[in-house]
């Protein structure tokens, strides 16, 4: 499969290239020359197809020959090794549980399928590939997770001083190896600042092969699919399909949703549900895309002012705003309504959200209502022992640590702390 740029300034590549740069050279994001349909037998029998073989049919178009049967068979296998079960909450409402993998959000379903294919892509290549990301949160948790030990690659992780939970931060900084942490005496924007720098930088960018990790990356996209059409094969009325609603911040989770809707995945409408971050709620009245700056909430995974991969949304919709409207809305949940959505939820459905998962269930509630038969799936995107911080005031309970989080909270934290300038950044860079 090839790929071209959004931009239309940059060559087609193909899928190993795509996942290498990252960006197109024109900044424009990759986006595949055709989107295939999957046959109809997987959706028939869904029910009895294994998840591995779901992820490996659903991918394969897309990588083609670039990588052989068996490395990915692997790779799926390694993506989709931990649950993904569609939980009811309601009568109408079920959760698809998305933070059972190690760093408790779906971000590891992406990083952990990323990470292996720029490892075998980084098998021939004598140059070591440095993979370098800012996280406001819960993508360097994933990422440090995901590459953790991959041959060939090393990652150096932006994150801002304080101002990531104490999870996110003992998961981003506690893994070694091939993976360093960058503590930032500043803001994410700080750090996202300084690593849009460093891809600008000719200068190290011809001592140092730098590619990034974040959510445009088509390595990091496609396999968001994978968790569509398993909460498919565990939706029980088919002949009904399911509203879904995507807690969202850079729209990268939904945009894989609609993919797979227009590869064939029943879905009746999709909802972005956002927090006050309301770029796209905006557009969806006005038709005027104005980007913001960030404000911060908590629901903080979601704190994004300019979504990057709303631009494939409406590639995807060839840019018709009436196609759009009809299978696509989005609306905005102030912090107020997220708290007491969690306490409401898990009052009367036993049931506990996270901030994230919180806006999902409203705003998929609030639809249902205007939409009498319709039943739907929230994603529930993180762990809420991820925000307990935030969640526990609210509840007023403390929540259990999962094992897996009890063991990184008693490990040492290892990070570089460096002022918020690109020439402390560079400096690190050049210094290993
Ligand atoms: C990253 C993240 C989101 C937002 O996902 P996008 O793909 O950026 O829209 C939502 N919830 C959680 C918990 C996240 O970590």
């Known amino acids: 499969m090839q790929f071209y740029s959004l931009n239309r300034q940059s ?19 990759y986006f595949p020359e055709t989107i295939p349909a999957v046959d109809a037998d997987l959706l028939h029998n869904i029910e009895n197809i294994s998840n591995e073989e779901i992820a490996y049919r659903v991918i394969h178009p897309y990588t083609g020959n670039e990588i052989p049967e068996a490395v990915l068979e692997q790779i799926v296998s390694e993506t989709v090794n931990f649950p993904l ?16 993998g190690p760093t408790l959000a779906f971000k590891d379903v992406g990083a ?24 406001s949160g819960d993508t360097g948790g994933a990422v440090a997770s995901g590459f953790y030990d991959v041959e060939g690659v090393e990652v150096v992780i932006l994150y801002p001083s304080g101002k990531v939970s104490s999870v996110q931060e003992k998961q981003l900084t506690t893994q070694g190896k091939n993976i360093r942490a960058l503590e930032v005496e500043g803001s994410f924007d700080d750090c996202q600042q300084m690593v849009k720098q460093a891809f600008t930088d000719e200068e190290l960018r011809k001592k140092l092969f730098l590619t990034s990790a974040n959510s445009i990356n088509v390595a990091r996209w496609l396999p968001q699919q994978f968790y569509y059409f398993l909460a498919y094969k565990q939706w029980k009325e088919k002949n009904n399909p399911p509203v879904i609603s995507v807690p969202s911040g850079n729209f990268g989770n939904i945009c894989a949703g609609i993919l797979a809707h227009i590869s064939g995945l029943p879905v009746t409408h999709f909802i972005a549900a ?5 770029v796209v709620p905006h557009f969806m ?18 704190d994004v ?33 997220t708290k007491q959505t969690m306490k409401r939820v898990k009052e009367q459905h036993n049931y506990l959200p996270d901030p994230h998962g919180a806006v999902g269930f409203l705003a998929l509630e609030r639809h249902l209502q205007n939409h009498p038969g319709e039943k739907g799936i929230f994603l529930e995107t993180a762990h809420p022992v991820k925000f307990y911080d935030v969640v526990e005031p ?9 094992d897996s989080v009890r063991s990184i909270m008693d490990k ?21």
């Open 112 to 135: 952990r399928f990323m990470s292996r294919c720029l490892g075998y892509f980084s098998k021939d290549r004598s140059e070591k590939i440095t993979v370098l990301v800012a996280t």
């Open 394 to 402: 609210v509840i007023g309970e403390t929540i259990p640590l999962p």
């Open 274 to 278: 956002c927090n006050a971050n309301a």
């Open 305 to 337: 002012g300019n979504p990057s991969n709303f631009v494939r949304i409406l590639e995807m919709f060839h840019h018709e705003f009436p196609a759009l409207k009809e299978k696509f809305s989005s609306v905005s949940i102030t912090d107020e309504e």
């Open 285 to 302: 009245q006005t038709q005027e895309y104005v980007p913001q700056k960030a404000v911060a909430t908590i629901s903080n995974a979601m």
């Open 11 to 29: 060559p087609a590549v193909s899928f190993k290239e795509a996942t290498i740069l990252g960006q197109a050279p024109d900044k424009g994001l």
């Open 412 to 432: 040492e934290k290892k990070a570089t702390q460096i002022e918020a300038t690109y020439e402390s950044l560079k400096t690190f860079l050049q210094q290993r």
């Open 85 to 100: 079960p569609l939980v009811p909450v309601t009568d109408t409402i079920s959760s698809l549980e998305l933070f059972h």
